[in-house]
């Protein structure tokens, strides 16, 4: 079974702060991982993503992520938050098998920049 | 890049009414398309994929009778809410999936979203 873990639900951060929001995954079959951000009434849009390649991922908005197959993990950083960045942001693994192309999302972490 | 629309962006209906949802695909060809559901304050869950020309393939526990999902073209589908109930305004998010684009056939594209609720 496929499933995707955001560990944090809620991050407050001041506003220039660094800040990490993790996602760890599981799956039995290679995946495609991506971040998306949702701002309030709104559909998502795609941060960044990791399909192949170099481990390290950079996005819009100044993100990155970085794909650690031995920890199953692709956690997103930036290294310094923006009051623009208070988001909620959903980390999603896709599969590509025989059973067809599925995306799960995490339950996503609201990252709340403070003045 | 790829666009992909919805419309009505917000409805408000009575109980007891459907409604109809539209998703289009702007500039690309959609071969499949996904239709989403997030309540307030979670994620999105994954309620039916449809390729176009062939009947939906609906994720468990999501009723069939109850959210129609057609696929008409490859640009066009659309999710119609059956004697809608309270307990179905959500927001709904559709999404798209291109083959016909070089290095972006693993990616969605999504829309903006549905606003529904249902009195």
């Known amino acids: 079974a496929q499933s995707v873990t955001q560990l944090d639900s809620q991050v407050p951060v001041f506003e220039e702060a660094p800040v990490e929001l993790r996602c760890n995954y599981s799956s039995s079959v290679s995946v495609y991982l991506f971040w998306y951000v949702q701002y309030p009434n709104q559909g998502l849009q795609l941060l960044l993503k990791?399909?192949?390649?170099?481990?390290l991922v950079k996005g819009i908005n100044g993100f990155e992520a970085e794909f650690n197959k031995s920890q199953t993990s692709f956690h997103l950083r930036k290294p310094s938050v923006h009051i623009s960045d208070t988001a909620e942001y959903f980390c999603a693994v896709t599969r590509l098998n025989t059973g067809g192309f599925k995306t799960i999302f995490g339950a996503g972490t609201r990252l709340f920049v403070k003045a | 890049g790829a666009v992909v629309s919805q419309h009505p962006s917000r409805v408000i209906c009575k109980s007891g009414t459907s409604v109809k949802i539209e998703c289009r695909s702007l500039?690309?060809?959609?071969?499949?398309m996904f239709w989403y559901r997030q309540f307030p304050k979670q994620s999105l869950m994954l309620m039916a994929t449809?390729?176009?020309?062939?009947?939906?393939?609906?994720e468990q526990g999501v009723e069939k009778d109850k959210f129609l999902i057609n696929h008409a073209s490859l640009t066009l589908s659309t999710l119609t809410v059956t004697s809608a109930h309270p307990e179905d305004s959500s927001f709904y998010i559709c999404?798209?999936?291109?083959?016909?684009?070089?290095?972006?056939?693993?990616?969605?594209?999504f829309g903006p979203g549905t606003r529904l609720t249902v009195l």
């Open positions: 449809s390729n176009e020309g062939s009947k939906a393939t609906y």
């Open positions: 999404s798209a999936r291109t083959l016909t684009r070089t290095g972006t056939n693993n990616e969605q594209f």
């Open positions: 990791y399909l192949s390649g170099s481990t």
């Open positions: 500039d690309f060809q959609a071969t499949t």
